[in-house]
């Protein structure tokens, strides 16, 4: 059966590892930055299913929608962050709202995101108001994506927020666009030993991978 080398064994490690755990048990301020590009300072004081109790800075506590949430950092990194988030005009003069319907949201498969990570691909990610996360993929699990930016701050990246994802000569790997190409296919971490298809990596290992 053709897998990833490593893939599952980094799954059951950290697939359901939430940053807004993390939040929660640092009980310091983080900055979320949620739709209608309203940005607040917060202290989680509680990870509910669906919506995160905080405390702002200012006003008091407010219950916070996960699904409003596009991405998230501590605040002590936000002089480091807020200069390296661009925004994509017409993505943003589009005018999206949050996804309720998972099925209807813009996904990126696991089979992607790994190699990505492993490789340290510079990826770009355009969120559904508009802004442009530029960075190597540090981390994911089954509901965010941490991202390493320019000069190495890491910044997450709830997954619903996502609107495209492209590497740095604009190849798409989009659950839409990668259901067809399988780049993931052209990994030197792709096997498929069952049916005696060698991947790249498995090859190499044999001398018969000329690498191209």
Known sequence: ?????????????FYNISILDQALSSKQPWVFHLHNHRIVKATVTENLKYDIKV??????EELLPKVNIKLVYPQE????VRPLLKMDKKVKDLGLEPILAPGKRYH?????????????K?????LLEGEIVRGVIAGFSRYE?????KDGTPITVLRHSIYDLRDKIGR?????????????EQSELFAESS????GPEEAKKKGNYSGR
């Open 108 to 120: 990126v498969k696991n089979k992607s995101l790994f190699p990505l990570m492993k490789e340290k």
């Open 77 to 80: 990194l936000s002089e480091s």
């Open 195 to 198: 049916s005696g298809r060698q």
């Open 1 to 13: 059966m053709a897998h990833l080398l490593g893939l599952q064994e980094y799954l059951d490690e």
């Open 55 to 60: 405390k702002i800075e200012g006003k008091g």
């Open 145 to 149: 994506i941490t991202v390493n930016l």
């Open 122 to 126: 510079v990826v770009f990610m355009t």
């Open 172 to 184: 798409c790997f989009l659950k839409s666009f990668q259901d067809k190409s399988r780049d993931w």
